[in-house]
């Protein structure tokens, strides 16, 4: 089990973060949530990860619009979201996950992201040079943002059957991107690897969390 600690943007914003694996750990990570908050299903990837040996920390997000905030994976959840996500602007989310990322000393830093956050870890891996790997679960802003360069080796995860990612924005990801790594897991939807989710397909979110161990484990 983690703990909740505090960290401070270069902005001044302070922002709450979910902390866990050992503190002397030679790889770490920054997972990043997805419109739900930093909620059971957030914590408990940490802590999944914080098990494999990883230092692992989720900063609240959210917190720049509203403290506290762990929603439920129905209408209302989404609604009130999105409505979060959309009083942050991106810039400021990148100063959080610079927080996160400085949060956790010398070890080499990769990020993951589910959702919201598969679009943000790409941001992260394009817009600063503080990762080493990123890897992004079904993130419907990549395709939007595919002319952006990651610093970084970056692997990408994508449901065939979600109904938010065409086919289609995952051909245009490749096509700008020929050396990214991107896996597409037949019927599997959107937000496949949450297993609170009536979306949760077992099969596809055990394969996409054990290539992306592999894939830091060979990058960080």
């Not at 401070?8 to 790889?27: F, V």
């Not at 080493?132 to 995860?157: F, S």
Request: aromatic share 8%; glycine share 10%.
């Amino acid at each position: 089990m983690g703990t909740i600690t505090s960290l401070t943007a270069s902005d001044g914003h302070t922002l709450s973060a979910y902390l866990a694996g050992p503190a002397d750990a030679s790889r770490a990570l920054v997972v990043v949530q997805e419109i739900f908050g930093v909620n059971t299903h957030i914590r408990a990837v940490c802590d999944g990860f914080a098990a494999d040996g990883y230092r692992v920390i989720a900063p609240a997000l959210f917190d720049r619009a509203e403290r506290d905030v762990e929603l439920a994976y129905d209408s209302d959840g989404v609604q009130t979201g999105l409505r979060l996500r959309a009083a942050i602007a991106p810039e400021e989310t990148l100063l959080d996950l610079t927080a996160a990322a400085r949060a956790l000393g010398p070890a080499r830093i990769g990020i993951i992201g589910y959702c919201w956050g598969g679009t943000l870890a790409w941001l992260a891996a394009c817009r600063t040079d503080l990762f080493a790997a990123a890897v992004g679960w079904y993130g419907a802003g990549i395709a939007a943002q595919k002319d952006l360069t990651p610093h970084c080796p970056v692997e990408l995860h994508f449901g065939e059957t979600d109904g938010s990612i065409p086919m289609s924005d995952i051909a245009a990801i490749r096509a700008a991107h020929p050396e990214v790594t991107i896996f597409t897991y037949p019927d599997a939807g959107h937000g496949f690897g949450c297993s609170e989710r009536d979306s949760f397909n077992a099969q596809a979110a055990s394969l996409a969390r054990t290539r992306s161990l592999a894939f830091f484990e060979k990058n960080l």
